[in-house]
């Protein structure tokens, strides 16, 4: 008899706690908190500011390499040729992102044609146009994309990253 009081106990809370779950998501929805500027704004880590390049600098679908936010952290910056979700620069088609995979650390390798990051380890592959969403593979993370800004000289800076990047316990210096 006590084993069954026990167990509707746990199944009572076990609702309690259903009900009060479902009502902070549906609150967080009223709030507009749903929404994947709100969640990437969570993840990010802010940096110190680092200049990479200069728009002048960049043509359309060739990346430049950059190391942010150290020497140990290759990446890519890269003109996309059209406006992009978090892109930045005059046409909003400028991003910058890790050239480490996410799943084991190889290097990726950009291909213009689809505009993707490819792995050649596991061949996960990420999209350079949707902010790094892995489109394929064995990766669990989407691509770790650089936050930039644009100053009034056409300086390229970067400022934080959105996910962790490979290696690495934290985004902390």
């Known amino acids: 008899m006590k084993c069954n009081r026990l167990v509707d106990a746990g199944r009572r809370q076990f609702l309690r706690g259903g009900l009060g779950a ?4 549906a609150a967080s929805v009223v709030m507009g908190t749903s929404d994947a500027k709100a969640q990437t704004a969570l993840a990010r880590v802010d ?3 680092n200049r990479l390049a ?6 359309v679908n060739e990346p430049m390499d950059v190391a942010y936010p150290d020497a140990d952290s290759p990446g890519v910056l ?11 620069g ?13 799943h ?12 993707t990051f490819n792995c050649p380890g596991h061949h996960s592959r ?16 989407n691509l770790p994309q650089f936050v930039l800004r644009v100053d009034g000289a056409g300086d390229i ?6 996910e962790l990047i490979y290696g690495r316990l934290s985004n902390t210096l």
């Open 22 to 25: 479902t009502a902070g998501a």
């Open 47 to 49: 940096y110190p500011a």
């Open 54 to 59: 200069n728009v002048a600098d960049l043509a």
């Open 78 to 88: 890269l003109k996309l040729g059209q406006a992009v979700d978090g892109g930045v």
């Open 90 to 102: 005059p046409d909003g088609d400028i991003v910058a992102f890790s050239v480490l995979c996410p």
């Open 104 to 115: 084991k650390g190889w290097y990726l390798s950009y291909n213009g044609e689809d505009r």
């Open 126 to 141: 990420f999209d350079a146009e949707a902010g790094g969403q892995q489109v394929w593979g064995h990766a669990t993370n």
């Open 157 to 162: 800076y970067a400022e934080g990253v959105d």
